[in-house]
């Protein structure tokens, strides 16, 4: 796809859930897919190959949640993949700091070659299995974000640990959700978290639904949590 057709669709698309970009975020985010596509022939990043797909499933998706997040937020993305949703939020917004978590060496090592090569400000990266890592930064982000990581229950002790009390966790998911919340409450109970908003959109110029849940940090998580790395999937709270 040439930079124009991208641009304009881009662009285009973007508009329709209420944000402006420059020609330069525009060109940070063409060098993004390229080099996404370029990697993706050497390891497995994403199913999506298809430019308009990535414009519309990874590039406009991640910033549906844009509007949740205000001026010099610390900013979590774990289980970040190819850096979906942290990277095109930072294109968007580089007033935030970002953190992106990864357990794959190989997909940090992709990430810190976009990192270098858009020259992205205020974002960094670290390898870690997620337990591991929230050992290490309990309550120490305003926000906690992740796309398509684990199921509900499980990823609350992922994220609330991490998160300040008064902050949120942000769970980027598919159309079906009910179920999940529901099956979420003692989770949220224990790890200290309540459910504010389920926000159903559809994406732009598609009939692709997605749910936003907002869970607000409203206690301190138990020092417990999380478990060992691999025991919150193996045992979730329910």
């Given amino acids: 796809m040439k930079t124009e057709e991208f641009s304009l669709n881009l662009k285009e698309k973007l508009n329709k859930i209420n944000i402006e970009i420059n020609d330069n975020q525009v060109q940070k985010f063409y060098e993004y897919m390229n080099l996404l596509l370029e990697w993706n022939e050497k390891i497995n990043l994403t199913a999506i190959t298809e430019p308009d797909e990535v414009i519309l499933k990874h590039f406009v998706d991640s910033a549906t949640i844009l509007k949740y997040i205000k001026n010099d937020m610390k900013i979590v993305d774990v289980g970040t993949g190819a850096g979906f949703p942290g990277i095109p939020l930072n294109i968007i917004d580089a007033n935030s700091k970002y953190t992106l978590v990864d357990s794959l060496n190989k997909r940090i090592n992709f990430l810190n070659e976009i990192i270098n090569k858009v020259h992205l400000e205020n974002i960094s990266t670290v390898h870690s299995r997620i337990e591991d890592f929230a050992k290490n930064s309990k309550e120490s982000y305003d926000i906690a974000t992740s796309r398509a990581v684990a199921s509900l229950n499980v990823l609350l002790e992922y994220l609330l640990p991490l998160v ?17 919340i529901e099956s979420s409450n003692k989770a949220l109970e224990i790890l200290g978290g309540k459910i504010e908003k389920v926000e159903e959109i559809i994406l732009p110029d598609s009939d692709i639904v997605r749910n936003i849940i907002i ?18 999937r193996k045992e979730p709270i329910i």
């Fill in 164 to 180: 300040k009390v008064g902050g949120m966790c942000i769970c980027m998911k598919g159309s079906n959700v009910k179920e999940e």
């Fill in 215 to 232: 869970i607000r940090k409203v206690k301190n998580t138990p020092n417990k949590y999380p478990r060992k790395a691999g025991i919150p």
